[in-house]
């Protein structure tokens, strides 16, 4: 597979480029040759603004689904599903498993509070309200399709919910645990964490424009003074 592409890097500049050899690096990326650099990069593919095949001249509508992942407009209930967790799998490896996932959906955001920041646009996503019963909280991340059943903690897997509904769930499918007019007002809450989570750190706007970028990433000005307080503090030290 060799395909021409339109990329819009973390600066916000276009170039077309030529990748092949292709391979899934996650549920938004992929790890190909890159023939202009000539070695193997990441490739965000929401940054992908075209995509011809190269052999066929066929333009590309879903990148996505032609290089094997879930279409970028999946339905709330096949999306994230990946391979159940194997027989007799021990509630500490899963426990594990949901650290890690955890872990690895906020690493991209880099600074603890951009994190913060995107903690609270995720459950301003739901109202800050339990999706299922309303209430104010306390408010976790649960998986919408469960772990048990091969759902990992992604973008377009997350659902906000109360602890005691979040208990209540527990293992049980989303179709079984909610009416269909809740999945339906649902599904576009699950698609909007997939924009959420599309994120690059821009090192270049962190370095010459800091508080300019910490406020277009939705922290308030008093959030961002404080980020930049504590970073010349410890530039000091």
């Known amino acids: 597979m060799r395909l021409r592409i339109r990329y ?8 077309e480029r030529e990748i ?6 996650g549920p938004n990326e992929v790890y190909a040759h890159c023939h202009s ?17 190269v052999a066929s001249g066929e333009i590309i509508p879903d990148v996505w689904t032609h290089v094997g992942l879930p279409s970028r407009n999946p339905t709330p209930l ?9 027989p007799g799998t021990l509630v500490t490896e ?40 309303n209430s104010a909280g306390p408010l976790e991340m649960d998986h ?11 973008p377009g897997n997350i659902v906000v919910l109360c602890k005691d509904c979040n208990s209540l769930k527990r ?5 079984r645990f909610y009416s269909q007019r809740q999945l339906a007002a649902l599904a576009p809450l699950l698609h909007a ?36 307080q504590r970073n010349a503090a410890t530039t000091e030290l």
């Open 8 to 15: 819009r890097n973390s600066d916000d500049i276009v170039s």
């Open 20 to 25: 092949s050899d292709i391979t899934v690096a």
């Open 37 to 53: 650099r000539g070695e193997r990069r990441t490739f965000v593919l929401s940054r992908i603004e075209e995509a011809v095949d």
């Open 78 to 86: 096949t999306m994230p599903v990946l391979e159940p967790p194997r």
């Open 94 to 133: 899963l426990r594990n498993q949901r650290s890690a996932d955890k872990a690895r959906l906020f690493r991209i955001f880099k600074h603890p509070a951009i994190v913060a920041a995107k903690k609270r646009q995720l459950r301003e996503l739901f109202s800050e309200r339990c999706f299922r019963c």
């Open 144 to 154: 919408h399709v469960p772990q048990e059943l091969g759902g990992r903690l992604v």
């Open 171 to 175: 293992t049980t499918h989303p179709s």
């Open 193 to 228: 964490q997939l924009t959420l989570f599309d994120f690059q750190f821009n090192h270049t706007r962190w370095t010459y424009h800091p508080e300019e970028y910490l406020l277009s990433l939705g922290l308030s000005e008093v959030e961002a003074h404080a980020v930049l």
